[in-house]
């Protein structure tokens, strides 16, 4: 092997090194995940890091609003409400889920929620982890009607 081809081969096995690490440190909570975590939601519906991927519009047929929602550790929902319900499907990670006047409960993955019509509620990451959802929300009400941001207290009171 010539000096030349010795240095191309030399570059291509760091290149590939740097690729792996890369993904690998960048998320290893998400790499056999179905659905891409999409866009970093920016309004103040939510507290922290939080990424949405839309993946069913509602219709006038089906009108169910199908999303993948990602949470940051420590990242979460407003306190809200759902006119006509929602349905959580926990696709990874650790998270909180609490109805007002209830005590805040883990959701693992596996595990699902379903969260009555009009009754205020908040969803997100636990602090230590990283939460991944499916959120099937019905539509055929009217929207989410978002309340108060749910404060650090609250969010980390202990049953
Ligand atoms: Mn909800």
Known sequence: ???KNF???????????SCSQ???SENTQNKELIFAKGEKITNSNFTGDVYL???VE???????????????????TRWHSHPAGQIILALD???YYQEEGKEKVMIRKGETVKCPADIPHWHGASADSAFV????????KGETRWLEPVTDAEYTRSN
């Open 22 to 24: 890369e993904t690998h």
């Open 1 to 3: 092997m010539n000096f």
């Open 58 to 76: 509602a219709d006038s047929l089906n009108q169910n609003a199908v999303g993948s929602v990602t949470f940051a550790p420590g990242a979460r």
């Open 7 to 17: 240095a191309l081969l030399f570059l291509l096995g760091i290149s590939v090194v």
């Open 93 to 95: 990670g650790v998270g």
């Open 133 to 140: 959802q499916i959120a099937i929300t019905g539509r055929e």
């Open 53 to 55: 991927n839309n993946l």
